[in-house]
């Protein structure tokens, strides 16, 4: 099992910048591919970015053009680089780990708050 920890969310101005970092530990890293998600209130999972198997990212709309999904093997560590951020990117932020090859449910972190000011 892997363990992942978020962290670099708080409180920005829109127009503004925020890195988000996940941490894991546990099970080889290179096991997975790795995402970004968020959640507003009231509102469903939404994907940011997603490595897929052959290397590449998908990155979803609301991402597209502003975030960069960044990853750090040696780190175990992936980041989400978030620029010209508007008050509705206002969310909880969670980094989830999907094993490859497998069916297995991801393993998600505990979230970190991301408020958007206007």
């Known amino acids: 099992q892997v363990q992942l920890v978020e962290s670099g969310g708080g409180l920005v101005q829109a127009g503004g910048s925020l890195t988000l970092s996940c941490v894991a530990s546990?099970?080889?890293?290179?096991?997975?591919?790795m995402g970004w998600y968020r959640q507003a209130p009231g509102k469903q999972r939404e994907l940011l970015a997603r490595?897929?198997?052959?290397?590449?990212?998908n990155y979803g709309d609301s991402a597209k053009g502003r975030f960069t999904l960044s990853r750090d093997n040696s780190k175990r560590t992936i980041y989400l680089q978030m620029n010209n951020l508007k008050p509705e990117d206002t969310a909880v932020y969670y980094c989830?780990?999907?094993?490859?090859?497998?069916?297995?449910?991801?393993?998600w972190g505990q979230g970190t708050q991301v408020t958007v000011s206007s």
């Open positions: 989830g780990a999907f094993e490859r090859w497998s069916t297995v449910s991801p393993t």
């Open positions: 546990g099970r080889d890293f290179s096991m997975y591919v």
């Open positions: 490595e897929l198997s052959g290397g590449s990212i």
